[in-house]
């Protein structure tokens, strides 16, 4: 089949042709602007192309509840001009063809397990913290949905008591994407957090802060592993500090063989930052097998 992919992201949308077997054939980038703007430059790419099937990976919060006459909308988007916007409908009119659309942090735990290093697991979690955080579940070969959809960024942390920042998140000030994203750090301490590399007091406070929300997802959802993405996790010192917080918070409580081999469980991206483009290509195949 030739699938097209869509991770449509706040800041740019990136655009790919692939198979079901995870090939990317091409790809390119588009500025997210309005969807005046936007919108004609990515269904004209994918016209060009005649796909069979589109997968669609959204910032959100999206409506994923397909008995919804909002299905396929973006809703209540910080990315005003982009509120109750219908994105599976303006492309099923276009395209005509089936549609699969989740999250973008869906789509790329569904890159993980699909041809990543997840593959064979039955839940998994990925996190990712870069502009913003936000959560994708794979639990026993679904998407977890409900009456929403995961916003694992939003989840309430306990803010240490050396941390005098009040905290990013305009709903929730300290929640975790309030206290540990990319916006958040700079804002702290004055610096991108490319630029704080060799701050280990930076470092050891945003691990506390990852830590404290992986050990609640742990507790909650029991993941067989926990893939961490996104730009703040370049910072590759990060993840030693995670891991030894996430052991000192759990306290011994849980014992299980990946918690043994910690290194192993928490773990960065496994496929060269394509883990959301190849999620979409799954969700276009199951929307197409499903049709």
Sequence with gaps: MRLGALEAGGTK???????????????????TETPDITMPKLIAYFEERKVDALGIASFGPIELD?????????????????????????????????????TDVNGSVLGEVTFGQAKG??????????????????????????????EAGHVLIRKRSDDRYAGKCPYHGDCLEGL?????????????????ADRPEVWDMEADYIAQALVGYILTLSPEMIILGGGVM??????PLIRAKVKEFLGGYIQAKEIEDIEHYIVPASLHDDQG???????????ATEK
């Design 277 to 287: 483009i190849m999620g979409c290509l799954e969700l276009a195949r199951r929307a």
């Design 180 to 196: 540990a994203a990319g916006p958040a750090i700079e804002e702290r301490w004055g610096k991108k957090a490319v630029e704080l």
């Design 66 to 102: 397909r008995e919804d006459p909002k299905y396929g909308y973006i809703t209540t988007s910080t990315k005003k001009a982009w509120i109750d916007f219908d994105m599976v409908g303006s492309f099923a009119c276009a395209l005509r063809c089936p549609i699969g659309f989740d």
């Design 234 to 239: 370049h910072q590759e010192q990060l993840f």
């Design 13 to 31: 949308m990136v655009c790919a042709i692939g198979d079901e077997t995870g090939r990317i054939f091409e790809q390119i980038s588009i500025p």
């Design 121 to 150: 697991k039955s839940c998994v979690i990925y996190l990712t913290i870069g502009t913003g955080i936000g959560g994708g579940i794979y639990i026993e070969g679904n998407l977890l949905h409900g009456m929403l959809h995961p």
